[in-house]
């Protein structure tokens, strides 16, 4: 089973819609199809990630 990966762009600055209730349940789609969710954040001050690694980049809901 492919795991599918999904980076989370600063969620403790853009958690401003509720966007932690969207990706938990993209992960809970993604798994009811038949593939693991794995689930990483990335925020200001942590080290760069190497996004090639991720088949989904999130970075909030922009209004």
């Not at 809970?28 to 996004?51: L, Q």
Request: negative net charge; glycine residues 8%; contains cysteine.
């Amino acid at each position: 089973m492919k795991d599918l990966k999904i980076l989370y762009l600063y969620p403790d600055m853009l958690e401003l819609y509720g966007d932690y209730g969207n990706i938990q349940v993209l992960k809970y789609r993604i798994e009811k199809h038949g593939f693991s969710c794995i689930i990483d954040t990335y925020s200001i001050g942590d080290i760069a990630p190497n996004f090639n690694n991720y088949d989904i980049v999130f970075a909030g809901r922009w209004c």
